[in-house]
């Protein structure tokens, strides 16, 4: 099992910006793609971006390219969100989750999941 805990979500005022955070723990974490994705109230779960467990190969929606950054430190087992330049409709609860192996964009392709960070932003 790998367990999977995010941090650094919040209020922020659009424009703004907010870094997650997500600690991964359990068993050797190596081999693992992670992956952000986010939901919203009424809404399924999106996928936002994800990259490989090299970090050599990364991915992101439409919505988020060019505002947001996805990177990892495989000696903390630590894999982060930079989200700048924040919109209203960014507001949603963001989960990071891991693969083994390639980037997926499918939320149902993923093996574990965390349990959420909230992040709003207010117009």
């Known amino acids: 099992q790998v367990q999977l805990v995010e941090s650094g979500g919040g209020l922020v005022q659009a424009g703004g910006s907010l870094r997650l955070s997500c600690a991964a723990s359990g068993r050797p974490f190596s081999g693992y793609a992670m992956g952000w994705f986010r939901q919203a109230p009424g809404k399924e779960r999106e996928f936002v971006a994800a990259?490989?467990?090299?970090?050599?190969?990364?991915d992101y929606a439409d919505s988020v390219k060019g505002r947001f950054t996805i990177s990892r430190d495989n000696a903390e087992n630590t894999v982060y969100l930079q989200m700048n330049s924040l919109k209203p409709e960014d507001t949603a609860v963001y989960y990071c989750a891991a693969i083994l192996g390639l980037i997926r964009v499918g939320p149902r392709d993923y093996d574990y999941w965390g349990q959420g960070t909230q992040v709003t932003v207010s117009s």
């Open positions: 990259i490989t467990w090299g970090g050599s190969n990364t």
